[in-house]
């Protein structure tokens, strides 16, 4: 069983940065993907970003292109989640996903569904 574990959230002010971080608990096996999905109160979970270990391929969202970066760490299965230029409409529970497999499919690593293992999430709240 692999457990993902985030960190990083908090409270910021709006234009403000957050930096997340997700770790595997497994060492034996690489992740071929890591992905972040959020979700803001009262709505449906949502795609965020997503990178495939094996050669750093990135995605992601529209409303987050270009202020979020997705990167893999120097340890095995660690992924981070820098936020920049944070918007209120960016509050949100967010949480890190990972597969063993590769996905087929345009925007497969989009979809929550392709992700097997998930963490318990990790709060961010942005303040007007």
């Known amino acids: 069983q692999v457990q993902l574990v985030e960190s990083g959230g908090g409270l910021v002010q709006a234009g403000g940065s957050l930096r997340l971080s997700c770790a595997a608990s497994?060492?034996?096996?690489?992740?071929?993907?890591m992905g972040w999905f959020r979700q803001a109160p009262g709505k449906e979970r949502e795609f965020v970003a997503a990178?495939?270990?094996?050669?750093?391929?990135?995605y992601y969202a529209d409303s987050v292109k270009g202020r979020f970066t997705i990167s893999r760490g120097d340890a095995k299965n660690t992924v981070y989640l820098q936020m920049n230029s944070l918007k209120p409409e960016d509050t949100a529970i967010y949480y890190c996903?990972?597969?063993?497999?590769?996905?087929?499919?345009?925007?497969?690593?989009?979809?929550?569904?392709?992700?097997?293992?998930w963490g318990q999430g990790t709060q961010a709240t942005v303040s007007t």
């Open positions: 497994t060492r034996t096996f690489i992740l071929y993907a």
């Open positions: 990178i495939t270990w094996s050669d750093g391929r990135t």
């Open positions: 996903a990972g597969n063993m497999n590769a996905c087929s499919g345009y925007g497969c690593y989009e979809k929550g569904y392709e992700y097997a293992y």
